[in-house]
């Protein structure tokens, strides 16, 4: 069955980096758009980032407004990985951090839309201190 385990998460200070990491099995990982979202306490869960298929090491990304410029995703077909760097977060960006995969059959479905992910992993948290 498809899985996907998130790993990097923890606490870092304000104006500090951190990378989240997201390792798929039991799919074609090459062939699948990866997304990040994010949780806070009390709110939905919010669009992060997310990255297209592809295996020409040419890939378009699309971020969030409130990440844009600091957080950059990427993916390494080779070990069904993709990564989110997060630099200067804030005490904002806490959340728990999910990891999703689209097969691209809902192509009417908004990127932004969590609704369009097939699988989702089960998070990992992340704390910023001010």
């Known amino acids: 069955q498809v899985q996907l385990v998130e790993s990097g998460g923890g606490l870092v200070q304000a104006g500090g980096s951190l990378r989240v990491s997201c390792v798929a099995s039991?799919?074609?990982?090459?062939?699948?758009?990866m997304g990040w979202f994010r949780q806070a306490p009390g709110k939905e869960r919010e669009f992060v980032a997310t990255?297209?298929?592809?295996?020409?090491?040419?890939?378009?990304?699309v971020y969030a407004d409130s990440v844009k410029g600091r957080f950059t995703i990427s993916r390494d077909n080779a070990k069904n990985t993709v990564h989110l760097q997060m630099n200067s977060l804030t005490p904002e960006d806490t959340a728990v951090y999910y990891c999703?995969?689209?097969?691209?059959?809902?192509?009417?479905?908004?990127?932004?839309?969590?609704?369009?992910?097939?699988?989702w992993g089960q998070g990992t948290q992340v704390t910023v201190s001010s």
């Open positions: 039991g799919l074609t990982f090459s062939t699948y758009a």
């Open positions: 990255i297209s298929a592809g295996t020409r090491n040419v890939y378009y990304a």
């Open positions: 999703a995969a689209d097969r691209g059959t809902s192509q009417s479905i908004r990127v932004t839309d969590r609704r369009r992910y097939n699988y």
